[in-house]
C-alpha cells in the first residue's frame, strides 16, 4: 500500500520519499484508520492527505479556516495534473453551483471548504449522497489547523465544533485525519475528543531545528538595547530580526540601532501595524532584499514571509506563549545553515504580558464563559513561556517537550534534572553549580503557609530578607511571620528560591494582573511532620560558559 503512495508522491509531487512523519499519516489514513498528525508549518503536512486523496476513489474533503489559501493550493494540484476544488464564499453562488454539480458528478479528488459550510444544509445533503450506497464514496476528510476546535489553544473558532456533527450525520463514518502545527497534550487529547476520532494514530515530528541554537538573557530594560546594539555590530554582515513587544518599542530601538549602525553603512528597517501600509510594505522589501539586513518589529511582522538568509532572531521581549515565540524564533536560519535566538528577559515583560491579557478586547463572537476560560488559558501559556525563562534544563528538550516531539533529539527530556541535553542551547553551555538551599525553601514554604498566600513573589522575598521597603513599611508587616528569617541570604537569591519553588509546585502563582503565591500542590512534601528532616531544595547557580556560543 505504501509502495503504490510513494508512486503517487513520485508521480504527483516528484518526490523520491516521505519524509518519517508523512509515511506513517498515508498508512494510518489508507488503512482506514484516524489519526491525528502534529507538525510543524513546512513539514510537509499538505502531502499527507493529497497524496491518499490521489490514491482513493470519491472525494477527499479538507476542511481549512484558511480561505485565502485555498487557492493557492488548488492552483498547485492543479499542475501537478490532480483534480482539486474549493468551495468558499469567495466565489458566486453560481460559481458554487457548478462546482458541486461537477463534484456529485465524480470530477473531483479533493474539495477545500471552509468549516463554516459544514452547517449549510444543501452541503450536508450533497456529502450525504456522497456516502449513500451507489454514491461516489467519501474517502478521508482531512481537519486542517485543527486546534481550533479546541478552547486551550490559541485560535479557538467556534465554527469547529460543527465539524462533529457533520461527520455524525453521514450515513457511513469517513476516516477522519486531524492535522496541526500546534497542539501541548491538552490540545491533542482535545481535537481527538471533539472531533470523536476513534483511537486515532497519533504523528508528531518535526518540530526540532538543528541548526537553531536557543539562548535566554536576563537582563534590565537598559541593558537590552545595549546587548542588542552590541550583537548587531559584531553581526553587521547578517540579517537578523528583532521582535518588541510594542509598536513604542519597536520605533525607539529602530532609532537607536539605526544611529549606532548608521555610520556603518547598515540601515535599519521597522515593521509594526501603526504604520502606514505603504511604509511597512516599504520597509518589508527592503528587508527582504538585504537593503535593510536588520528588521526591528512586532509580531505583525513575518507571516507568509520566507527569508532563506536570517541568521538572527532576538526578543526584546518575551512572547506570550511558546508556540509564539517558536514560530517567530523559527524564522531564523530557514536555509539550514546555523542560525541564533536570543530571547532576553526580565521581570517587567511578564507585566507587560498580564497587563495585555487583562485589556485585550474580548472577542465577542464569544460567550462570557468562554472568553474567562480564554482569559485564564492565555495565562497558562504565558505560564510556560516564564518556565522557559527560569529552567536550567535544555532549552530545545524544553521547547519539543512542549510540543510532544520527544522523540526529536534522542535525548532524555524528562525534566531540568537531565544531564543530557542538545549541546547547542545557552544551557547546555553553561555549567552550573548546585547550591543547598533547603533553609530558605522552608523559611519561604512556612511564611506563605502562616499567612495564607496575601504576598506576590518579590514581597515574599523581601519579608524574608528582612528587608525595609516603602511596601513593608505601607503594610507594617516587619512583625510578619518570617521576617527577616534569612536576612543573611542576598535577596536576589532568596527570588531565585522562591521562583524555583514555584516552578516546581512546591508555591502556586495566582493569575491575574497582581499575582499572589499560596502553597502548591506539593508543598506537602516539605511541611508535612511526617517529612520532617526528609526535604531537601537545591538551586543551580550559573558558574561559567563552558563555551561561548
Ligand atoms: P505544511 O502544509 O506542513 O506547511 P507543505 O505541505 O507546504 O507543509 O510542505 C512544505 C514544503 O516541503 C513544501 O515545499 C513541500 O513541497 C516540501 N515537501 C513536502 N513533503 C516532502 C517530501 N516528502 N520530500 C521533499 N519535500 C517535501
Ligand atoms: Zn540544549
Known sequence: MIDGAKQTLKQYFGYDSFRPGQERMVSAILSGEDALGVMPTGAGKSICYQVPALMLQGLTLVISPLVSLMGDQVRALKEVGARPSYLN?????????????????G?????????????????????????RPGGLGLPPIAVDEAHCISQWGQDFRPSYLAIADFINALPQRPVVAAFTATATNRVRDDISEMLGLHSPQSVVTGFDRANLSFNVEEMGDKAKATWIRDYALAHKDESGIVYCATRKAVDELSDELGRVLGPHGIRVARYHAGMGQQDRASEQAAFIADAAPLMVATNAFGMGIDKPN????????????????YQEAGRAGRDGDPAACYLLWNGHDFSLRRFFIEKDVPDDTLSPEEREFARQNRYRLLAQMEGYCQTTGCLRAYILRYFGDEGALGIETGGASSS??????????????????????????????????????????????????????????FDAPGYGAVGEVPLKRIKEVVDQLVGCGYLVQSQGRFPVVGLGPRADEALAPQHAGEFTFTVKKRASKTKSA
Request: charged content about 20%; overall charge neutral; glycine content about 6%.
Open 310 to 325: 536570517v541568521r538572527y532572531v532576538i526578543h526584546h521581549n518575551v512572547p506570550e506563549s511558546i508556540e509564539a515565540y
Open 89 to 105: 464564499s469567495s466565489l458566486t453562488p453560481a460559481q458554487q453551483n457548478t462546482v458541486l454539480k461537477r463534484a456529485s458528478e
Open 420 to 477: 543530557e541535553g542538545c549541546g547547542n542551547c545557552s544551557n547546555c553551555l553553561t555549567r552550573y553549580e548546585v547550591e543547598d538551599v533547603t533553609d530558605v525553601a522552608l523559611a519561604a514554604l512556612r511564611m506563605v503557609a502562616a499567612t495564607g498566600g496575601r504576598f506576590g513573589k518579590a514581597l515574599v522575598a523581601d519579608v524574608l530578607h528582612g528587608a525595609n521597603t516603602e511596601k513593608i513599611r505601607q503594610f507594617n508587616l
Open 107 to 131: 470530477w473531483y479528488q479533493i474539495m477545500y471548504v471552509a468549516p463554516e459550510r459544514l452547517s449549510d444544509p444543501r452541503f450536508v445533503e450533497f456529502a450525504q449522497r456522497l456516502v
